[in-house]
């Protein structure tokens, strides 16, 4: 089975149908997302309604979560509350009711999906140490392969005789006896300092990965905000790619 995988949408509508139209000519069976679909961008409604349009699974971020009340939005940097507290105003409450059934963990084909980490998801702890990532590892199988998102940066580490092993390259055939993590990178808010929209295609069946970059219309995203009046800060990262 092909599988598309996509994380950290933060309602970048322009960013999503992008990455979507790409998914599209990729003879992908089925869209899995590890979370974040709301907070921080402009469409927060159309990126919902995109979602379960297109039947995509999807796990609970951390902005999700706050949105529905089940994380505190104290755990938030100011810029962060506000464009939860905008993006609050613009769903209903269906639309939240649905953010909230969102799972922390999703199991799907034989792969786990989570937001943050597999070691207390619904604490949305950051894999951007050796220490988490090998915590993390250590929680899974010798042959699984896991997907997370979060902190917008991609990354692909093998573990092997407990330790870490990190692949640089973007496409990579997994060996059948060794686990790996991968992280999606963010769709809508990329922290890499490279502004293109990330996501990850995963062949079930040979193993096959591949981490893929998509242009999008920018400018309209980064105009929407603006209207929106969403903070600046939020809106010129977008450009920077971090
Ligand atoms: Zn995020």
Known sequence: MQLAIISDVHANLAAFEAVLKDIDQSNVDKIICCGDL???????????ALVRERGILCSGGNHD????????IASMNPM??????????????????????????????GLRFVHGSIHEPQE???????????????????????????THIPFLYMYRAEQLFKIEDRKAKLAD???????????GQPRDRD????YVLYNTVSRELQFKRIEYDLELTMAKMEKA??????????????
């Not at 709301?38 to 919902?48: A, C, F, L, R």
């Not at 979560?65 to 505190?72: D, L």
């Not at 950051?126 to 998102?149: K, P, Q």
């Not at 502004?195 to 990330?198: D, E, G, P, Q, V």
């Open 124 to 150: 949305f702890n950051y894999l951007n140490n050796y220490a988490h990532i090998a915590r993390d590892f250590e929680l899974m199988g010798e042959t699984e392969v896991a997907f997370c998102g979060h």
């Open 229 to 242: 009046g969403l903070p600046a800060l939020l809106i010129s990262r977008l450009g920077a790619g971090w």
């Open 65 to 72: 979560k706050v949105i529905s009340g089940e994380f505190p």
């Open 38 to 48: 709301v907070g921080y961008g402009p469409d927060p409604k159309e990126v919902i």
């Open 80 to 109: 962060a509350a506000s464009a939860i507290e905008w993006t609050k105003e613009q769903l209903s409450n269906e639309e939240i009711e649905y953010l909230k059934s969102l799972p922390y963990i999703l199991e799907e084909e």
């Open 195 to 198: 502004r293109r929209a990330s």
């Open 177 to 187: 006896k060794h686990a790996y993590m991968v992280n999606v990178g963010s769709v």
